[in-house]
């Protein structure tokens, strides 16, 4: 509480009254009713009270199940403020909804209350009901007063959503209302007002109701949704919402998910740094955001992310939708797979427009209970993976054979591919029910080390692993899977990617992940 007091007051004694003077910028155009003629104006009955929600919507021609993009108006706003985002989804081919849920802020019946969260559902379920949507592949964007609905529908909707965008919102209402106040700003009113039902009067209590901030838990389990929460640095300054919105808020939300997560939160002194200097010396090179540079970035897995950049009160100009992803891939694999930078997670980072459910562990064979696990035998636990996976599988892909190789299996080495067989018959199964047939991808096991580099355990792995790179292709190729050799094109460089003959080192993990990448990439545009 006295971190919030401190910015708040930080906040004022830097800034002059005129630098919040923000009405309707480019982006937050409440007054121009331009839609695009494909998008039709639409009526839904409310659920909670029978009244009629008006929304702009827009139904995808496009074959086959299609994402749907709810996008929430701003705070002033209502269903008819201009969204350029109508015209990336008729771009896309997405299913598109622009819903009213009580218009702008400035009353009890709208502003975070039980209406509001209703209307949203009501207009989810409505496109859903009326479009050809994936219901895996639901997302929610809104910038300011919508990234404020956005965290609220995060927080409080009963649907199922895959991901959640929320631009320069505000996410305590008790501190915008002071902030606002201070400012000799309108939103102290509408903040008054929609507590109170008196532009005057601010409901404490009401307003604590309202805000994300001080929501204990989710409606719905969100651990296989991600939210991004946006801010520029300058916001505050320039803009109507200080970033210690988000800042404050992303903290809270990853010590809520894990108490433990202590390297995932913003350090209290870089918060500070962030609003005093409006930058933050010595942050190293973050990359950019959509052309604008990164000041800070912060997450937790990939359910919580924080992105401060360049920039002010906005939602930045460009494709604000590119990690709507097209694809949920299934990676199985081991130790190699399962290294925090390993190839699994390193794929994550070049296909950021599909959703990789990385399910490789530390010792897992194809079919052996490997150090008498059954947990590490791939054959035993198919049902187990899938499980793992949030709807449908579009896409798998498969490393696996190293642990196979190892001393104590020698014997049973004419057994592996066989096993592969059997493993790659069971995938197939579980994937047969899908509108089309879904790739499965082979990847060859990585070069192994001679027995003076490797541990006692992998003695012999080297020869037995030569073999069967050459047994992995015929198995794929009889059971129509697509095999990506990555032995044969690093093995030359190999001793200069591990240590102990066995893992490779990040760079070679990023070069075996974009072989892989390479290749689903010219089979899966083919598709």
Known sequence: MMLRIFLIVLLFGFCKPTAFAQNDPKWDDTKSKDWPAAAKKVSITSTADGKEQLAYFYASPAPGPRPLIISLHTWSSNYQQKDTIVNLCIEKGYNYIHPDFRGGNTKPEACG???????????????????????????????????????????????????????????????????????????????????????????????????????????????????????????????????????????????DINPDARFSLIPTEYIHTMVRARSLPGGGDQGTLLGRKIIYTNHYRDQVQITVFEGGHEMLPGDVLAHVPSRTILAIGDSNGALEYGWANQLKTLRQGDRIINTCISGNTIGFDNQDKKELNALKNVEQVFGKVPGRTDAVVVMLGTNDCKAAFARQAKEVPGNLDKLIKQIKAKTKDNAKQVPVFIVSPPPHGEDDMVAEKYQGGARRIEHLVSEFRKVAEKNQCYYIDTHSKIKAAFPYMTKDGIHLSKEGQAIVAAIVDEEMNRVLKGL
């Open 113 to 255: 209350s039980d209406l509001v969260i209703s209307d949203i559902d009501d207009a989810i379920s409505w496109a859903v009901a009326n479009t050809n949507t994936d219901p895996e592949n639901i997302h929610v964007i809104g910038v300011s007063g919508g990234g404020y609905a956005t965290v609220l529908t995060y927080m409080r909707s009963k649907h199922k959503i895959r991901s959640f965008s929320a631009w320069a919102g505000l996410y305590n209402l008790i501190d915008w209302y002071q902030e606002s106040l201070g400012r000799k700003a309108r939103y102290a009113g509408d903040a008054a007002a929609s507590t109170s039902g008196n532009r005057e009067v601010f409901d404490m209590e009401e307003g604590k109701k309202r805000s994300p901030f001080y929501m204990q838990k989710t409606v719905t389990d969100r651990s296989n949704s991600s939210l991004a929460i946006y801010c520029g640095i300058h916001d505050g300054y320039t803009g109507s919402v200080p970033i210690t919105h988000s800042l404050n808020f992303y903290n809270k939300l990853v010590t």
